[in-house]
């Protein structure tokens, strides 16, 4: 059984979803398919109070688009003041200037834009939205011309694997201070169109083999990449010192009716912010036991990266095999173990 | 860095305690026994996380822009089994690399 790193108090960040609603319907959404319903805003702010409490330092919203929510600024301003750093994920659509400076005022450390190709009709395509890219590409202008930080957010996928460099270079002349790229998840309608869209494990591997070349560079924007098949490039993030997922290590995700996942790809319910006492949760619940203490199975049992990689992202495991344990389909080590 | 200097920390950078590590920390101490090996208070920045052990964290609180690294000495010496020659050492020591990492300012 392996060790789960430290476990601290509560969890450093939230992932939150406060809204599944959505303007686009995106070939790869995980939440497409979710209902919840919607928290009000007093609700909303509860919850943030509770998070606050119990030591989370970090709220990322995302869902859903958080802009549809009209109470996000007044909310955000007030979770701010509680001391929470917050940040978040928009498609673009609704980011003109006037929500950009709003975002601003409520004191948001960053806002992440998805972006996807650096091909105009390859991204529209896949956002399934005509003119979504120059809206991505002009609510770009709008945070950086309001001194909010940028970054943007790529889903890595057979759509853009061999696109990176064009990727970059045109983040980097968004003006964006950091690049996330989220590996592939096969849920939601991601699960829907894993066989179009998902890499084969040797495709991922190179590809993380000429991002690992980008990263740590200061002539292009920060790249984040949390993927802890990682370990087996020998390019596993330090900085948290925790082997395997962080989900449920350090993060874990609020769903819009306040129900508590490990993160927004696994679909169990650990409780409800509203109802539960999130320390006790984070303390006592036996997924978060189970993500912590995982056990080697099949080609796992034999791999020398296990103790660091610990059998990689476990809702990419969980989401095709049911099983938390079960290797990361996207591992490229000893396929015929 | 003089004992009359004062500093604060830096806005906006995310930190907090770990309520479990402090109690067990304090009980060592005042067990009279080694404490400091735990880290009781984390600052987080660009995803990096840091444990300050139990004389940083409570040097780190101190630092609110309101008091002079003298009388962060004079605070902490009665709750450290130390002289105060070396705790203010180990003040200035701790303040000159929270100053060079920039996690605080001058107030």
């Known amino acids: 059984m392996s060790a789960p790193g430290k476990i601290y108090s509560a969890p450093l960040l939230v992932n939150w979803s406060l809204n599944y609603s959505c303007n686009f319907s995106c070939e790869h959404c995980y939440s497409r398919f979710e209902k919840a319903e919607e928290l009000p805003t ?17 709220a990322n919203f995302g869902g859903g688009e958080p802009l549809l929510r009209k109470d996000l600024l007044p909310v955000s301003k007030e979770l701010t003041a509680l001391g929470l750093s917050l940040s978040m994920n928009s498609n673009g659509w609704l980011l003109d200037e006037a929500a950009a400076t709003g975002l601003r005022d409520a004191g948001f450390v960053s806002v992440g834009l998805s972006l996807d190709s650096h091909r105009p009709e390859v991204h529209d395509r896949f956002r399934n ?14 945070l950086v011309r309001a001194g909010v930080k940028l970054t943007i957010s790529t889903v890595v996928c057979r759509i853009n694997h061999q696109d990176l460099k064009p990727l970059l270079t045109l983040a980097k002349r968004l003006g964006a201070a950091q690049v996330y790229l989220h590996n592939f998840k096969c849920s939601g309608k991601g699960m829907e169109h894993r066989f179009e869209l998902d890499l084969e494990p040797l495709e991922w591997r190179d590809f993380y083999r ?19 098949i990682l370990a087996s490039l020998g390019a596993r993030d330090e900085e948290h010192g925790i082997p395997g997922s962080t989900c449920g290590k350090l993060s874990l995700h609020v769903r819009p009716n306040g129900d508590i996942t490990p993160c927004g790809f696994i679909p169990l319910v650990l409780g409800n912010l509203l109802r539960d006492d999130l320390p006790t949760l984070w303390r006592e ?53 | 860095m003089e004992l009359t200097d004062c500093y604060r920390r830096r806005p906006g ?20 026994r080694d404490a400091g090996g735990e880290g009781t208070l984390l600052v987080v920045e660009r995803g990096r996380i840091t444990e ?19 009388a962060i000495v004079d ?18 020591e701790f303040l000159a690399d929270l100053l060079a990492r920039g996690w605080v300012v001058a107030a």
């Open chain 1, 42 to 58: 007093e609700r909303v702010l509860e919850a943030g109070r509770r998070l606050a409490k119990a030591g989370v330092l970090f």
């Open chain 1, 129 to 142: 939205r005509p003119g979504s890219f120059d809206r991505v590409v002009a609510a770009a202008g709008h």
């Open chain 1, 210 to 228: 000429e991002a690992l070349g980008y990263a740590d560079n200061p002539e292009w924007p920060e790249i984040s990449f949390d993927d802890p």
């Open chain 1, 285 to 337: 619940s036996s997924v978060l036991e189970s993500m912590r203490h995982k056990t080697a199975k099949g080609k796992c049992t034999a791999c020398g990266h296990y103790a660091s990689c610990l059998g990689g992202c476990t809702a990419r495991a969980f989401a095709v095999s049911g099983d938390l344990n079960a290797p990361d389909p996207h591992c490229w080590e000893n396929p015929c173990g």
């Open chain 2, 13 to 32: 950078l995310p930190w907090r305690e770990e309520p479990d590590a402090v109690r067990d920390e304090m009980a060592a101490l005042e067990a009279g």
């Open chain 2, 52 to 70: 300050l052990n139990i004389l940083g964290g409570e040097i780190w609180k101190l630092c609110d822009g309101s008091r002079s690294l003298g």
């Open chain 2, 75 to 92: 605070e902490l010496l009665p709750r450290f089994d130390v002289g105060r020659d070396e705790l203010a050492r180990d003040v200035q």
